[in-house]
């Protein structure tokens, strides 16, 4: 049975600042992803802090939303079959120093908060994610 999902997928400022967007987007495309909508974007720190709703508790917020809004992002809608889990394992672990060989956050990360993707990490969230940036 098919089970095409889609999840919604961020290049973070530090990847589109070494002009490494169209790089990645070849690797999504690479590994069977269609990139269904994309629009370049630099954000405002209040939309990042309602983007991170989920972490405003954490010690990193204030330091996580100022840095998304930081600079120019790519915001993509990402389609294939499971594309929520798949996206989440070609992006590696948060922190890329434990992401696996051949992950995104593994060749592309600089840090735990430069970590250069973000993407859903539920079939709900890339649905709230979705309509975050793409509702009009
Ligand atoms: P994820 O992006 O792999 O889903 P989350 O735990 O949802 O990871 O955290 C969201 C983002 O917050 C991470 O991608 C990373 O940029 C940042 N972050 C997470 N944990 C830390 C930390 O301990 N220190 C600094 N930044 C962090
Ligand atoms: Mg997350």
């Given at each position: 049975m098919?089970?095409?999902e889609?999840?919604?997928?961020?290049i973070?400022p530090?990847?589109?600042?070494?002009?490494?967007?169209?790089e990645?987007?070849e690797?999504?495309k690479?590994?069977?992803?269609?990139?269904?909508?994309?629009k370049k974007?630099?954000i405002?720190?209040s939309e990042a802090?309602?983007f991170y709703?989920?972490?405003?508790?954490?010690p990193f917020?204030?330091d996580?939303?100022?840095?998304l809004?930081?600079g120019?992002?790519v915001?993509?809608?990402?389609?294939k079959?499971?594309?929520?889990l798949?996206?989440?394992?070609?992006?590696?672990?948060t922190?890329?120093?434990?992401?696996?060989?051949?992950?995104?956050?593994?060749?592309?990360?600089?840090?735990?908060?430069?970590?250069?993707v973000?993407?859903?990490?539920s079939i709900d969230?890339?649905?709230?994610?979705?309509?975050f940036?793409?509702?009009?």
């Amino acid at each position: 049975m098919s089970n095409i999902e889609q999840t919604l997928s961020i290049i973070k400022p530090d990847a589109v600042e070494r002009n490494l967007d169209n790089e990645i987007k070849e690797v999504f495309k690479n590994k069977g992803f269609s990139i269904v909508k994309e629009k370049k974007i630099q954000i405002e720190k209040s939309e990042a802090e309602r983007f991170y709703k989920v972490h405003e508790t954490k010690p990193f917020y204030n330091d996580l939303c100022a840095y998304l809004s930081s600079g120019p992002i790519v915001v993509m809608i990402l389609q294939k079959e499971n594309a929520v889990l798949g996206n989440r394992e070609l992006m590696g672990a948060t922190n890329p120093v434990e992401a696996e060989e051949g992950t995104i956050r593994k060749k592309y990360g600089i840090s735990i908060d430069k970590n250069s993707v973000h993407g859903s990490d539920s079939i709900d969230n890339a649905k709230i994610e979705i309509d975050f940036f793409f509702k009009d």
